[in-house]
């Protein structure tokens, strides 16, 4: 079973910045690609950024891109996402997620693990 466990949500002004973290247990943390996703109230959930296994290669949703930034350290069992630029429309509950395989994906359902979520509020 593996555990993941986000931090670093809060409270930020438009334009301001943030750093979430995600620690995941289990011995073979670089064997899989990473995802972020979130969720605003009355909405889908909805991909924001992904990194293989390896680190070597990230993928953005459009929305965030220029903006957030993916990154992980393998030693640490961590992956983490830049939040620059913030907007009121970052606005969401933000969730880690391990995929099923190496390659990054944005497609939800390739995902088999989920944290349970850190709140990121951006006040205008």
């Known amino acids: 079973q593996v555990q993941l466990v986000e931090s670093g949500g809060g409270l930020v002004q438009a334009g301001g910045s943030l750093i979430l973290s995600c620690a995941a247990s289990?011995?073979?943390?670089?064997?899989?690609?990473m995802g972020w996703f979130r969720q605003a109230p009355w909405k889908e959930r909805e991909f924001v950024a992904a990194i293989s296994g390896s680190g070597g290669s990230t993928y953005y949703a459009d929305s965030v891109k220029g903006r957030f930034t993916i990154s992980r350290d393998n030693a640490k069992n961590k992956v983490y996402l830049q939040m620059n630029s913030l907007e009121p429309e970052d606005t969401a509950v933000y969730y880690c997620?391990?995929?099923?395989?190496?390659?990054?994906?944005?497609?939800?359902?390739?995902?088999?693990?989920w944290g349970q979520g850190t709140q990121v509020t951006v006040s205008s």
């Open positions: 997620a391990r995929g099923r395989y190496i390659v990054t994906t944005s497609t939800r359902n390739e995902y088999d693990y």
């Open positions: 289990g011995r073979t943390f670089s064997k899989y690609a």
